[in-house]
Protein backbone atom coordinates (compact mmCIF):
# COMPACT_ATOMS: atom_id res chain seq x y z
CA UNK A 1 0.00 0.00 0.00
CA UNK A 2 1.30 3.14 -1.27
CA UNK A 3 0.98 6.66 0.85
CA UNK A 4 0.50 8.26 -2.07
CA UNK A 5 -2.51 6.37 -2.82
CA UNK A 6 -3.61 7.27 0.09
CA UNK A 7 -3.21 10.88 -0.22
CA UNK A 8 -4.34 10.61 -3.84
CA UNK A 9 -8.11 9.62 -2.46
CA UNK A 10 -8.26 12.18 -0.11
CA UNK A 11 -7.13 14.91 -2.32
CA UNK A 12 -9.92 13.60 -4.62
CA UNK A 13 -12.40 13.44 -2.00
CA UNK A 14 -11.24 16.91 -0.84
CA UNK A 15 -11.83 18.44 -4.44
CA UNK A 16 -14.66 16.37 -5.27
CA UNK A 17 -13.15 14.82 -8.60
CA UNK A 18 -15.38 12.31 -8.71
CA UNK A 19 -12.88 10.73 -12.10
CA UNK A 20 -10.27 10.38 -9.43
CA UNK A 21 -12.20 8.81 -6.72
CA UNK A 22 -13.87 6.19 -9.47
CA UNK A 23 -10.32 5.33 -10.21
CA UNK A 24 -9.16 4.59 -6.70
CA UNK A 25 -12.63 2.38 -5.91
CA UNK A 26 -12.53 -0.77 -5.79
CA UNK A 27 -15.63 -3.06 -7.14
CA UNK A 28 -17.20 -4.13 -3.80
CA UNK A 29 -16.38 -0.89 -1.93
CA UNK A 30 -18.20 -0.43 1.09
CA UNK A 31 -19.23 3.22 1.90
CA UNK A 32 -21.17 4.92 4.97
CA UNK A 33 -22.00 8.49 5.91
CA UNK A 34 -24.32 8.86 8.78
CA UNK A 35 -26.41 11.25 9.34
CA UNK A 36 -30.41 11.52 8.76
CA UNK A 37 -31.26 9.79 5.58
CA UNK A 38 -34.90 11.61 5.17
CA UNK A 39 -32.91 15.14 5.56
CA UNK A 40 -29.65 14.38 3.89
CA UNK A 41 -30.44 11.59 1.37
CA UNK A 42 -26.80 11.09 0.70
CA UNK A 43 -26.32 9.63 4.01
CA UNK A 44 -26.67 5.28 4.20
CA UNK A 45 -24.73 2.65 3.12
CA UNK A 46 -24.12 1.88 -0.37
CA UNK A 47 -22.57 -1.20 -1.50
CA UNK A 48 -19.90 -1.31 -4.63
CA UNK A 49 -18.26 1.18 -6.84
CA UNK A 50 -21.60 1.65 -9.05
CA UNK A 51 -23.45 3.01 -6.24
CA UNK A 52 -21.09 4.98 -4.78
CA UNK A 53 -20.39 6.81 -7.60
CA UNK A 54 -24.11 7.38 -8.37
CA UNK A 55 -24.42 9.19 -4.87
CA UNK A 56 -21.34 10.84 -5.29
CA UNK A 57 -22.39 12.30 -8.98
CA UNK A 58 -26.47 12.93 -8.74
CA UNK A 59 -27.38 11.60 -5.05
CA UNK A 60 -25.38 14.56 -3.20
CA UNK A 61 -25.68 17.93 -6.05
CA UNK A 62 -29.34 17.31 -4.90
CA UNK A 63 -28.97 18.77 -1.73
CA UNK A 64 -24.98 19.96 -2.10
CA UNK A 65 -24.66 22.33 -4.30
CA UNK A 66 -20.92 23.29 -5.25
CA UNK A 67 -18.51 22.22 -2.04
CA UNK A 68 -15.24 21.61 -0.92
CA UNK A 69 -13.56 19.36 2.02
CA UNK A 70 -11.10 21.47 4.22
CA UNK A 71 -8.80 19.23 6.23
CA UNK A 72 -7.52 19.98 9.51
CA UNK A 73 -5.99 17.00 10.35
CA UNK A 74 -5.00 13.67 8.58
CA UNK A 75 -3.71 10.46 9.57
CA UNK A 76 -1.94 7.60 7.50
CA UNK A 77 -1.09 4.04 9.46
CA UNK A 78 -0.55 1.70 6.56
CA UNK A 79 -3.73 0.93 4.49
CA UNK A 80 -6.07 2.81 6.90
CA UNK A 81 -6.31 6.73 6.34
CA UNK A 82 -8.56 9.23 8.89
CA UNK A 83 -8.91 12.84 8.49
CA UNK A 84 -10.77 15.54 10.63
CA UNK A 85 -12.19 18.19 8.27
CA UNK A 86 -14.94 20.97 7.65
CA UNK A 87 -17.50 20.38 4.99
CA UNK A 88 -18.62 24.23 2.95
CA UNK A 89 -20.64 23.98 0.61
CA UNK A 90 -24.02 25.86 -1.00
CA UNK A 91 -27.01 24.62 -0.66
CA UNK A 92 -29.31 24.13 -3.45
CA UNK A 93 -31.51 27.04 -2.39
CA UNK A 94 -28.20 29.24 -2.48
CA UNK A 95 -27.90 29.51 1.29
CA UNK A 96 -23.91 28.34 2.61
CA UNK A 97 -23.23 25.17 4.55
CA UNK A 98 -20.45 24.56 7.10
CA UNK A 99 -20.09 21.38 9.23
CA UNK A 100 -17.76 19.45 10.61
CA UNK A 101 -16.88 15.91 9.53
CA UNK A 102 -14.37 12.82 10.25
CA UNK A 103 -13.47 10.41 7.38
CA UNK A 104 -11.99 7.07 7.73
CA UNK A 105 -11.01 4.32 5.20
CA UNK A 106 -9.11 1.42 4.23
CA UNK A 107 -7.78 0.31 0.93
CA UNK A 108 -6.53 -2.51 -0.27
CA UNK A 109 -3.92 -3.26 -3.91
CA UNK A 110 -4.65 0.89 -4.31
CA UNK A 111 -8.17 0.70 -4.11
CA UNK A 112 -10.86 1.98 -1.49
CA UNK A 113 -12.23 -1.07 -0.06
CA UNK A 114 -14.33 0.92 3.37
CA UNK A 115 -15.31 4.56 3.88
CA UNK A 116 -16.79 5.85 6.69
CA UNK A 117 -17.99 9.46 7.47
CA UNK A 118 -19.13 10.68 10.45
CA UNK A 119 -20.61 14.26 10.19
CA UNK A 120 -22.28 16.55 12.58
CA UNK A 121 -25.35 15.57 11.42
CA UNK A 122 -27.78 18.06 13.77
CA UNK A 123 -25.65 20.86 12.66
CA UNK A 124 -25.95 19.61 8.88
CA UNK A 125 -29.99 18.92 9.24
CA UNK A 126 -30.72 22.41 10.48
CA UNK A 127 -28.50 24.35 7.95
CA UNK A 128 -29.57 21.94 4.58
CA UNK A 129 -33.05 22.20 6.34
CA UNK A 130 -32.47 26.27 6.69
CA UNK A 131 -33.78 26.53 10.00
CA UNK A 132 -33.35 25.13 13.66
CA UNK A 133 -34.51 22.01 15.11
CA UNK A 134 -37.09 22.99 17.56
CA UNK A 135 -35.52 19.90 20.16
CA UNK A 136 -38.36 20.95 22.88
CA UNK A 137 -40.32 18.01 22.45
CA UNK A 138 -37.83 15.33 22.60
CA UNK A 139 -38.03 12.84 25.05
CA UNK A 140 -36.30 13.17 28.28
CA UNK A 141 -33.25 12.03 29.60
CA UNK A 142 -33.46 9.13 32.32
CA UNK A 143 -32.49 10.69 35.60
CA UNK A 144 -29.75 8.25 36.09
CA UNK A 145 -29.80 6.79 40.17
CA UNK A 146 -25.99 7.86 41.20
CA UNK A 147 -25.73 3.93 42.47
CA UNK A 148 -26.15 3.27 38.73
CA UNK A 149 -22.90 4.61 38.32
CA UNK A 150 -21.07 3.88 41.71
CA UNK A 151 -17.78 2.24 41.58
Known amino acids: MSRSDIQAFYAAMCRHDFEAIAELLDEDVD??????????PYCGNFRGK????????????QT?????????MFL????RGAALGRLV?????????SYRLAQFFTMRDGKVVHYCSVLD????AEQV?????????????LDLDEELFAV
Open 76 to 79: IEGS
Open 64 to 72: LGERYIIPD
Open 129 to 141: MGHRIEVADAPKL
Open 121 to 124: SFDA
Open 50 to 61: QAVTRLLEFKVP
Open 89 to 97: ARGRNGHSI
Open 31 to 40: WTISGPVDVL
